[in-house]
């Protein structure tokens, strides 16, 4: 812009702005009132919600942290992770009991329910985003079902528990994925079809866990489909999926669907703050980066993504100084910061860009360290715990640019989703258009 649009941008009221900038309607609707530059609408495709997802799922629905900033107790990384792996480094899916599963309430009161009335659909299909439990609730329901009538906390249930943790439990047959391709194949079906016909051994129901569903190939989905329609007295066959759209529809038709959302904030960050023996301060950044999955939560808590995100920010960096040359090398480190994941690197870029676009608008692109920990203590910030390296790069662009970038982003992860991608050349041509985007 001009000098004397430059001045108009500083005086003018805020829907000038918009007009001199010609941001796309996403980011006017973002602006378009006073109040918006004091805070995002929780329906704002910026908000963290929006970015993560709705914290207000299986349980009362909550607000956002208001508080942010590095670890106050003097727990280190490592000590961190030491504690992590005291606490919950044991406790994964198969030991994990109704009692233990963090939030998910709905979904536990009707499962306790059901069984408690011996109403229980014959078969149950779990959906959730990753993270959010759907494993563990599989194993909480088939300990229910392999101890009912039995005294809870008894010498047998506890021995019939155990089992299933172990998976040496004659009633419990978990089907999971064995082949070199990642797939449940016809033949890991047919010997589940025939031993779903043997009686009962040691309880009084069989439980089948299927997950995920839909890694079963199609001519193995078809193969089940009989069971579904047919199942024989006191079998229950559960299954879960984190892609619903995957499964048949003919197979989620014959099951009783059971929504896993994300676990509600106030309760996670609680959560994480127990088990962690950490902070408040801290299990708040984690919750909300997590968007209210507890597996993920527990990575974040441990401080091992804190070292990611400041890896993907000095990237970044680089990338700017350095410009077009520099892109494979960018690529490749943003690829291995991630696990080699793009849509772990897509996520992560995401959140960084939205953060910078929400400060340099609220802040006419001239933001200080005070203003970003006061926007991270509004719950404005996705990364709360990098408020100071927030502030340095929105300054470096505008907040037209910005917008430019984060819709590269998204027209980026819609490419996700192609099968046969070569994530460096991915990572290449993006780093070219955001390159071009940020100039």
Request: charged fraction near 25%; hydrophobic fraction near 40%.
């Amino acid at each position: 812009t001009s000098s004397k649009q430059q001045k108009t941008f500083h005086e003018a009221p805020w829907d000038c702005h918009l007009k001199i900038l010609k941001l796309p309607d996403w980011v006017k609707d973002l602006c378009r009132k006073p109040a918006s530059r004091r805070s995002l609408s929780p329906h704002s495709r910026l908000h963290p919600r929006a970015i993560y997802g709705s914290h207000g799922g299986g349980v009362a629905g909550g607000g956002m942290p208001v508080a942010y900033g590095p670890e106050s107790n003097g727990t280190g990384t490592e000590g961190m992770c030491q504690v992590i792996e005291q606490q919950m480094g044991r406790l994964n899916a198969p030991q994990h009991t109704f009692e233990t599963i963090v939030g998910q309430d709905l979904v536990k009161r009707f499962l306790l329910g059901a069984c408690e009335h011996e109403c229980l659909p014959h078969a149950l299909l779990f959906t959730g985003p990753e993270g959010v439990g759907k494993r563990s609730l599989m194993y909480a329901l088939a300990k229910r079902l392999v101890t009912h009538g039995l005294e809870p906390g008894s010498e047998k249930a506890q021995r019939a528990c155990g089992k299933v943790e172990r998976g040496t439990h004659p009633d419990v047959l978990v089907v999971e994925p064995k082949s070199a391709s990642g797939q449940i194949l016809k033949g890991q079906v047919d010997e589940m079809q025939e031993r779903a016909y043997y009686a009962p051994l040691e309880s009084p129901n069989k439980v089948i866990l299927i997950a995920p569903i839909e890694a079963m190939n199609v001519v193995a989905a078809n193969n089940l489909l009989k069971l579904l329609e047919e199942p024989p007295p006191s079998l229950y066959i559960v299954l879960c999926t984190q892609q619903i759209n995957l499964v048949l529809t003919t197979i989620r038709s014959r099951c009783a669907l059971l929504r896993c959302p994300p676990v509600e904030f106030g309760v996670l960050s609680q959560w994480l703050s127990e088990i962690g023996r950490c902070s408040l301060r801290r299990s708040q950044t984690a919750a909300a980066l997590s968007g209210g999955r507890p597996g993920l939560a527990l990575d974040f808590l441990s401080g091992e993504n804190e070292e990611r995100r400041r890896r993907m920010v000095g990237e970044l960096e680089f990338f700017d100084r350095e410009g077009y040359p520099s892109i494979f090398r960018v690529g490749r480190n943003l690829l291995d910061t991630h696990d080699g994941s793009p849509a772990d690197a897509m996520t992560g870029l995401l959140t960084w860009f939205r953060d910078l676009l929400v400060v340099g608008l609220l802040t006419s692109g001239q933001a200080t360290e005070t203003q970003c920990e006061e926007m991270a203590r509004q719950s404005l910030l996705v990364n709360r715990d990098l408020a100071a390296e927030v502030a340095e790069a929105s300054r470096r662009h505008s907040p037209q640019s910005l917008a430019r970038a984060v819709q590269v982003i998204l027209e980026q992860n819609d490419l996700l989703s192609r099968p046969f991608l070569d994530s460096d050349l991915l990572m290449e041509v993006f780093l070219t258009e955001l390159g071009i985007a940020l100039k």
